[in-house]
């Protein structure tokens, strides 16, 4: 079974930055990809970005520019930089590990912009 624990979720101005983290524990063989989803109110969730095992990051239209995924391989967490927030990006993000072919998530995080 895997953890995952999300934090840095807060309060900002529109124009600011916050940093997600989602940290694994448990039983970590192979993880394939990390990634970061987000979903508003009496919206559908929605992907955010992805970064592989190889390194490979991929980002959605809507935050590329602005959102930036790494990770730490020997922590075994997925960070989420985001600069130059909206309010149209305020949702419930949510970090989610492929591990083994099976997809773990975490229990989310609040993100609020305010204009």
């Known amino acids: 079974q895997v953890q995952l624990v999300e934090s840095g979720g807060g309060l900002v101005k529109s124009g600011g930055s916050l940093r997600l983290s989602c940290a694994a524990s448990?039983?970590?063989?192979?993880?394939?990809?990390m990634g970061w989803y987000r979903q508003a109110p009496g919206k559908e969730r929605e992907w955010v970005a992805t970064i592989t095992s190889g390194g490979t990051t991929n980002s959605a239209d809507s935050v590329k520019g602005r959102f930036t995924i790494a990770r730490d391989n020997a922590k075994n967490t997925v960070y989420l930089q985001m600069n130059s927030l909206k309010p149209e990006d305020t949702a419930v993000y949510y970090c989610?590990?492929?591990?083994?072919?099976?997809?773990?998530w975490g229990q989310g995080t609040q993100v609020t912009v305010s204009s």
């Open positions: 448990g039983s970590i063989f192979s993880i394939n990809a």
């Open positions: 989610k590990f492929l591990v083994a072919g099976i997809g773990y």
